[in-house]
């Protein structure tokens, strides 16, 4: 690192502890922001960029100069190559339920009104509008999106704790409308494990039994976009059809007090 230039964007966030960002398959350009009087040609492995970066947005970390993680999103959300890359790196970087560091929506928002006629920030803004803090992974994120954006379901609740008649913790929905009962859960690589799929299809049957329509996502869903906003509409469709209810949001006391409860609540 030259005098004078601070390490951004996906760098930045994976540096400082979030491991949602790196580590994939391709290799990206770690950003790097270069002060006034700077020299630092593209590379492979660097891109460099002289977008106006504040003082309060620049943070040390093992004595490496980098932007604050609220700063490197807003990096991430302006150069992403398209609005929901953008709501993805967002999501990732403010997730609450994730055990990974993160920022708020309210840092990131901070850092976009200070800036002004920036390359890209008109999609961070856009991607503000649709972040949330209770995304629990990438690929959920995008099933979200598809729900919001194509499938039209703009009232969907994230990660929230459901409960049965008698208090009992029916499960966490990955997505959930409150309106109908109808739950979208998103199946990720680690759904794979047989632990894993076997409680998913307990949670699910939990569900079911207490009213609620459960559509799932997975991966190759995701490469059939229409398929997938067809069976959210459909299974939107049954829940409000559906006459049962045997389920609850309304969180009871001892959960409030369960620790393991506690990034859901």
Known sequence: MSHGCVLGGWASLRFQGNDAFGGGEELRPALVHCGAGTQMRRRTVVEPCRATVWDHEVT????????T???AVYD????????RAAVVALDSAVS?????????LRAVQQVVSSHRKTRGIVRAKRALLLGSERSASPLE??????????????????????????GALLG?????DEDTGLVIETD????????????DNVREERFERAGLVVVRATSLDHRDV??????????????RLSHRRDWTLEQPSWFRSWGPGQRWR
Request: glycine residues 10%; without cysteine; neutral net charge.
């Open 69 to 71: 993680t609220a700063r």
């Open 76 to 83: 991430e959300m302006r150069l992403a190559p398209s609005l």
């Open 226 to 239: 229409q398929g997938l906003v067809s069976r959210i509409r459909l299974g939107h469709r049954d829940g």
């Open 188 to 199: 990720g690589a680690h759904h794979r494990d047989a632990q894993n799929h076997s409680d």
């Open 60 to 67: 040390s970390l093992e004595g490496v100069p980098v932007t």
């Open 172 to 176: 966490v929905a990955d997505l959930l």
């Open 96 to 104: 609450g339920v994730r055990d990974t560091a993160h920022t708020s």
């Open 141 to 166: 994120t995008r099933t979200r999106l598809v729900a919001q954006l194509d499938a039209g379901l703009d009232a969907l609740l994230v990660n929230p704790p459901v409960f049965g008649p008698s």
